[in-house]
């Protein structure tokens, strides 16, 4: 939908348009999403059945939300996609500082304005991605930032202190007619928190005694780790009280929407088969399993996210390095993603020492799973027979994919590479490596073969 091109409030009038209360705006353009069978939540992924009815409810029924939730649950990305339900465009009284509807102006300035220009004063038009406000809790936020402050620049042009229209207003007052969502609630200082309340029960502002009321129409969104919410007295009772809904956010449940995930926001520089995603959501996964892990910090979607990055970078490197056709990752990369990524993740104080030990013997487990899921079935004896009788297969980091295919013993008349191959899709020389990597890995683990490794290479026997 192009800009609308209503320039003034007579024409505005004139063209049917009415006023809507914000919530009212976001309710009835759910409903109408729900009706239609459109999503209104793009881009979220294991929150079908859990989370995004409870916010549904609640934007329904007019409430401010706060969402509750471990460090990389989606919050923020809930929170964005909030946006998507305001109208595409709404009217704004052109010039004015909070951005008020022509219909019903709301500081002193535009009250004039109307009055003075009636059917004249112009409007102007506001994109749905204007009418989001975003901030990030800091313990050095101030009044000011949130609410607004006297401006000494407004009183030295010769105005009074007591004139409203000294005041600079912050962020809340300036998101009028749109939605505001602070990040990490707890981190505000509770004289902050305090000068909060106003706005979210009576819907009006206090700045340093004035008596100004301001009807704001305002949605307060907001996102906290729930041990500070709940346990810490971080939060103040009374702006606890406020939210009218407080919603749990978690970690993806299926290891399908883990995936879903990792593929929707990691950068790739280099392409990643999806069993190399896969192995790295169960290992994602299984670290928030682990007893040796803080699970109170939790481990980030970004967690994966990260190493499918890594895993991309080094295979690209790879390619750079050894000339190969194609940039493909393979398992022996997964070594790389968890040398930098182990920093990431917070350990219980009594396994100190034992880091890399634990995160090893996790990756081996979720790599283990991942071959049993993808290569049940297979017959490998004829490969194990091959490396028993003396055979040595190399690969690492800096092994092209063509040197490791040409060392790869023969097998005679069986077909087995090729039944690997074609298990996970593989056609090019990249892919096929990694895919007969991953199926040495697996025999590995299972014991059947061994594996001597170091310095970023791996040798097979």
């Known amino acids: 939908?192009?800009?609308?091109?209503?320039?003034?409030?007579?024409?505005?009038?004139?063209?049917?348009?009415?006023?809507?209360?914000?919530?009212?705006?976001?309710?009835?353009?759910?409903?109408?999403?729900?009706?239609?069978?459109?999503?209104?939540?793009?881009?979220?992924?294991?929150?079908?059945?859990?989370?995004?009815?409870?916010?549904?409810?609640?934007l329904i029924a007019g409430h401010d939300i706060v969402l509750l939730g471990e460090r990389g649950q989606g919050k923020t990305r809930l929170l964005r996609t909030m946006s998507g339900l305001l109208d595409e465009w709404s009217p704004v009284i052109d010039g004015s500082e909070l951005g008020e509807h022509p219909f019903d102006p709301i500081t002193t300035e535009s009250q004039r304005r109307a009055a003075d220009e009636g059917d004249d004063l112009p409007v102007t038009w506001r994109h749905r991605s204007e009418r989001y406000f975003e901030k990030l809790?800091?313990?050095?936020?101030?009044?000011?930032?949130?609410?607004?402050?006297v401006d000494p620049m407004k009183v030295a042009e010769g105005r009074s202190l007591g004139d409203p229209e000294t005041i600079h207003f912050g962020l809340i007052p300036r998101s009028h007619r749109g939605i505001v969502a602070i990040n990490e609630l707890p981190d505000l200082a509770e004289r902050i928190q305090v000068a909060m309340l106003n706005v979210m029960e009576e819907r009006d502002i206090q700045i340093r005694g004035y008596v100004l009321r301001l009807p704001l129409d305002v949605l307060v969104m907001a996102s906290a780790n729930p041990e500070d919410y709940t346990n810490r007295?971080?939060?103040?009772?009374?702006?606890?009280?406020?939210?009218?809904?407080?919603?749990?956010?978690?970690?993806?449940?299926?290891?399908?929407?883990?995936?879903?995930?990792?593929?929707?926001?990691?950068?790739?520089a280099a392409e990643v088969p999806d069993y190399l995603v896969e192995i790295l959501a169960r290992f994602t996964r299984a670290l928030r399993g682990s007893s040796a892990v803080d699970q109170r910090s939790g481990v980030s979607a970004r967690f994966a996210i990260a190493g499918a990055e890594t895993i991309a970078a080094a295979a690209l490197h790879r390619q750079a390095r050894q000339g190969e056709a194609e940039a493909v990752a393979r398992p022996i990369d997964l070594e790389t993603a968890v040398d930098v990524l182990g920093g990431k993740i917070e350990f219980e104080s009594g396994e100190e020492g034992r880091e890399d030990e634990i995160l090893e013997h996790l990756l081996r487990t979720a790599t283990a799973e991942t071959v049993r899921a993808h290569f049940r079935g297979i017959d490998f004896g004829v490969l194990?027979?091959?490396?028993?009788?003396?055979?040595?297969?190399?690969?690492?980091?800096?092994?092209?994919?063509?040197?490791?295919?040409?060392?790869?013993?023969?097998?005679?008349?069986?077909?087995l590479y090729d039944e690997i191959c074609d298990r996970l899709g593989a056609t090019n020389d990249g892919q096929r490596a990694g895919a007969i990597e991953l199926a040495l890995e697996g025999l590995y683990l299972a014991r059947r073969v061994s594996k001597e490794s170091g310095g970023g290479e791996a040798i097979y026997g």
């Open 137 to 149: 809790a800091t313990p050095d936020t101030s009044v000011a930032d949130l609410i607004g402050d």
């Open 1 to 58: 939908m192009n800009r609308p091109t209503v320039a003034t409030v007579g024409e505005l009038r004139a063209s049917g348009h009415a006023l809507k209360s914000l919530r009212a705006e976001i309710r009835d353009n759910l409903l109408e999403a729900l009706r239609e069978g459109r999503d209104p939540w793009p881009g979220l992924h294991g929150f079908e059945s859990t989370v995004i009815p409870q916010v549904e409810r609640a």
């Open 384 to 415: 194990v027979d091959a490396l028993e009788s003396g055979i040595m297969v190399t690969t690492g980091e800096q092994v092209a994919a063509r040197d490791f295919l040409v060392g790869l013993p023969s097998l005679g008349e069986s077909e």
């Open 233 to 268: 007295g971080r939060i103040i009772t009374p702006l606890k009280d406020r939210f009218g809904a407080e919603i749990r956010t978690h970690y993806p449940t299926e290891l399908e929407d883990e995936v879903a995930v990792i593929r929707q926001e990691a950068e790739l």
